[in-house]
């Protein structure tokens, strides 16, 4: 099993920054955790969950939404097993739940939630205008 825990998560003005972090442990985790591929995902009210940037462990290699392309960037590290996800220039579009999780079934970067088979409970962004 593979537990993830979010944090980070707050209000901030638009044009802001926040930090979201997911720290991955479990046995499962600690002992492939170059198979993983971690992704973001977020749920604004009324709308349905979306993909928003995912990095594959082994290789750092990353993809983003367009709607997040430019402004957030993700980063891991190895030896805390956390994936960060800095977000920038932050909207009020920008404001939602957002979950980290984990895919091991391949070492492909998916952009499909049910590709992915741990999650963690959310934390919420909220960017005022």
């Known amino acids: 099993q593979v537990q993830l825990v979010e944090s980070g998560g707050g209000l901030v003005q638009a044009g802001g920054s926040l930090r979201l972090s997911c720290a991955a442990s479990?046995?499962?985790?600690?002992?492939?955790?170059?198979?993983?591929?971690m992704g973001w995902f977020r749920r604004a009210p009324g709308k349905e969950r979306e993909f928003v940037a995912a990095?594959?462990?082994?290789?750092?290699?990353?993809y983003y939404a367009d709607s997040v392309k430019g402004r957030f960037t993700l980063s891991r590290d190895n030896a805390k097993s956390t994936v960060y996800l800095q977000m920038s220039s932050l909207k009020p579009e920008d404001t939602a739940v957002y979950y980290c999780?984990?895919?091991?079934?391949?070492?492909?970067?998916?952009?499909?939630?049910?590709?992915?088979?741990?999650w963690g409970q959310g934390t919420q962004v909220t960017v005022s205008s």
């Open positions: 990095i594959a462990w082994r290789d750092g290699n990353t």
């Open positions: 999780a984990a895919d091991q079934s391949t070492l492909v970067i998916a952009t499909a939630a049910s590709r992915y088979q741990y």
């Open positions: 479990g046995r499962t985790f600690s002992s492939y955790a170059s198979t993983y591929v």
